[in-house]
């Protein structure tokens, strides 16, 4: 039986930390759907069309993974809806550090509650992507510094373009 795993975010941007998240993820699963959230209600720096882009050229341009194994979607629903739709009952989620766990369980814990089928599973990032996150380095980007060891050669063009 193939085993798909829904890994949904806002990826504004995609991370070094997200792709470790995906490649961890594709030693465990048949196949991994990317859902990058619509939701409207937050101010992202790139549209959904935009970062499902940026997305894209990261995982399959920059770092030739396998398209096969990787769906990358929009969705503006619970993510349960997206499990459904994907006939998964495994959602990915990263770790950074001991803070984003509240926050996680409790999503997990809410998530759980919409269906009791799904199950939430945490990977961690390599220790020397645990401290990257697209808000930080959204703000070294727009303040001119150097991001290369923060995420993909296409996702900083990208960055760049948005702030020139």
């Known amino acids: 039986m193939n085993k798909t795993a829904i890994y949904p975010g806002t990826f504004d941007p995609i991370t070094f930390g997200h792709i470790d998240v995906i490649k961890k993820s594709l030693k465990l699963f048949d196949k991994i759907v990317v859902g990058v959230s619509d939701e409207s209600n937050k101010n992202y720096l790139f549209t959904s069309e935009e970062r499902i882009e940026i997305v894209n050229k990261a995982l399959f341009k920059d770092l030739k993974l396998n398209k096969k194994k990787i769906k990358v979607v929009s ?46 599973i945490f990977l961690m990032s390599d220790v020397e992507n645990q401290i990257i996150s697209s808000r930080l380095v959204k703000d070294i980007v727009k303040l001119k510094g150097n991001i290369r060891k923060f995420t993909t050669k296409s996702t900083i063009k990208s960055l760049k373009e948005k702030y020139e």
């Open 75 to 120: 969705f503006g629903s619970l993510t349960t809806d997206l499990c459904k739709k994907y006939k998964s009952n495994i959602i990915l989620r990263g770790l950074r550090a001991v803070s984003d766990f509240e926050y996680e369980f409790q999503l997990a814990g809410m998530n759980r509650k919409l269906n009791h089928n799904i199950e939430t």
